[in-house]
């Protein structure tokens, strides 16, 4: 069964650092990887989607990276601002087919002004 | 732009009542899906709807009843509420509900059940 682990739960740091989320999986057999950004009351927003043939996707100044081997993947956000508070899920799915995304539970981000 | 749209958006019920969460999406999308959300539990997978007509088991399923009514919506039915139901509900959808689709959510329907 495909369990996925994001550490740390939380993260608090000040404006304009650059700062790696971490997202872990048991199952290296994966199709693709993707990361959500999730706002207090709201639903997800995926930000990024990497296939797994893929080692590296980015999108302004979010880059993730994938490495199926070592079952990990860093979504790394470049110079935060206090807009970038959010919490941020990654999900990969739970095996071959199309079957429904196993979510981890969450790094809680907060970027202080 | 609707994307995935989830009513009613707060909800409070007695033990023991029941309740349809509706969810419809304007995208054309074929695979539709209820997750909960849950303090240190993340989100769990209830029910999910491969194609119009079919639905299937997620990861915790009981107490719950979905219909695929047509393509655009997807229902959740809770028919005896309880308070291990008092959660965040989710609908998502995406194209065919293949492995390297994004998925598309609502903003959520928060549920107390006293």
């Known amino acids: 069964k495909q369990e996925v682990t994001q550490i740390p739960a939380a993260l608090s740091v000040p404006e304009g650092e650059n700062l790696v989320l971490n997202c872990s999986f048991t199952?290296?057999?994966?199709?693709?990887l993707q990361w959500f950004r999730q706002d207090p009351g709201k639903g997800l927003t995926s930000l990024l989607l990497?296939?797994?043939?893929?080692r590296e996707q980015t999108s302004g100044r979010l880059n993730a990276s994938l490495d199926k081997s070592s079952g990990r993947s860093t979504l790394y956000i470049a110079a935060s601002q206090p807009g970038d508070s959010a919490t941020y899920l990654c999900?990969?799915?739970?095996?071959?087919?199309?079957?429904?995304?196993?979510f981890g539970k969450g790094t809680r981000l907060s970027v202080i002004a | 732009n609707a994307g995935v749209t989830q009513t009613p958006k707060f909800q409070v019920l007695k033990t023991g009542q029941s309740m349809t969460l509706q969810c419809a999406q304007d995208?054309?999308?074929?695979?539709m899906y209820w997750y909960r959300q849950d303090p240190g539990m993340g989100l769990r997978l209830i029910y999910y709807?491969?194609?119009?007509?079919?639905?299937d088991k997620g990861e915790v399923p009981n107490g719950y009843n979905v219909s695929r009514l047509n393509k655009r919506e997807f229902s959740l039915r809770l028919e005896s509420a309880a308070p291990s139901q008092t959660s965040v509900y989710f609908c998502?959808?995406?194209?065919?509900?293949?492995?390297?689709?994004?998925?598309?959510f609502g903003s959520g329907t928060q549920l107390s059940v006293l």
């Open positions: 998502a959808s995406s194209v065919t509900g293949g492995n390297n689709e994004k998925l598309f």
């Open positions: 199952d290296s057999a994966i199709y693709n």
């Open positions: 990497i296939q797994s043939s893929q």
């Open positions: 999900a990969v799915p739970p095996h071959s087919g199309n079957t429904p995304l196993v």
């Open positions: 995208m054309n999308h074929n695979s």
């Open positions: 709807s491969a194609s119009e007509g079919t639905t």
